[in-house]
């Protein structure tokens, strides 16, 4: 019964952290390119698309630096709650606030001050970034702390992922009928957004991320142990030596980060192809269920597949998969039953190739402690959120050009997209995603070899030191 409320409030908590990462990495440049710059002046609107594309991505890419350090800053940490759950909440309350501000054009500065426009939303995004980074890094790196038990731990990274992928699927369900109701709210009409409905949905996530970090800062505990107690704090230098060491880590994280670029570049071009290819936006809340349900599945089947045939098989299996989703998706054209298809295809093994990524991550904290000597567990589970706000990043960048360059950009319809403009938009969305998750599963494949029977030698090789060590102290 423990356990059963610990596995609840750490899937609620990942409910709220993914629903709130889907609405940051997607529907923020969304909102930016389709509502905030829609003036009668398409050179101003695409000039400043730009500019805060850019400035998006500067910002992350300056802040990548700073993120082994957050999770250096979390290692250090102690307090009566531990060292995860200040971190959780301050983070959860500052971004959540962020988020909203994002969300408004800072009281029309759009149209009439646009130099004191970018400052602003420049050093809202910095806050909101820094704080959710505190945030994320808290919450996954609680996962080697919370058990050292390679089955335990799995449930928590099934339940967690499970959690996330419900909170991530949500959004793409929710969105449009909530900003419609909330822009009805002010006076539009037949289903029409306005400033007010993107306002009233941020604010939803904001909370609904809030309440989900209580849940796990309540739910949860810490567990000691005797690989757990072999810690001390961790200077700046000995934080990028530990990264730089751990050789597993590092190849998993550049296979990670291909895979991450070309899923979310995808993934944040869905609503486009709705809206602008379709010419069906509120179709998009059909594949929002179908993600969230096929989720759910493919979140299920993760630990039964794991026993069976390893993570190994099931990362590399699941980007043949999406690629095979891909195809179909090139030729589905304007046939909404194919796009369906397509999309079912291609999202189904996401959830697993993920945890099994995760998996190896939370590994790895053993695996760097058992070649270096020293533990470093929110420092090693910073690499896939610096690899997620790296990635997403890119995405930010990279969907803004393909949205302006695409001619996707205010009130364009369907019949306004001419076919060159098409096809550019088809090479940001298929043709370099398959390239970059290719690479990923060759690096994959030929440079990881952290497998689930050698972190289970690891754990046991620590334990008979660490004993020896304790008995060599009490003689």
Known sequence: MKN????TSYALGAFGHDAFYATLSTYVMIFITSQVFDTADKAFNSRMIYLVSTMMVIIRIVEIVF?????GAVDNTETRWGKFKPWLMIGAGISSVMLIILFTDFGGLTTSNPVLYLVLFGITYVILDIFYSFKDIAFWSMLPALSTDEGVRAKFGTIGRLGSTIGAQAVPIIIVPLVVWFSSLVGAKNGAE??????GFAIVIGVVSFLGALATAAGTKENKSLIRSDTEKTSVIGIFKALGKNDQLMWLALSYFLFAMGYVVTNSLLLYYFTYVLGAAKQFTYAGWIMAV?????????PVLAAKIHREAIYIGGIGMMIIGYLIFMFAGTDSAMVMIAIAVFF?????????????????????????????ESVTLAVRPLIDKLSGAFANGIVAFAAVQSGMIGSAKPSDISAHQLFIFKSFMFYAPIILIVLAAIVYFTKVKLTEDRHKQIVTELEQKLRAKQSSNKQ
Request: aromatic content about 16%; hydrophobic content about 45%.
């Open 348 to 376: 189904f093994p996401y959830p697993m190739i993920f945890l099994a990524a995760l998996m190896t991550i939370t590994d790895s904290v053993e695996y760097g402690q058992w070649k270096n000597g020293h533990r470093n």
């Open 4 to 7: 059963v409320k610990q596995y």
């Open 194 to 199: 306005n400033h007010t409905g993107w306002v």
């Open 294 to 302: 096929l989720g759910v599945i493919s979140v299920s089947l993760f």
């Open 67 to 71: 993120d082994p350090l957050i999770g």
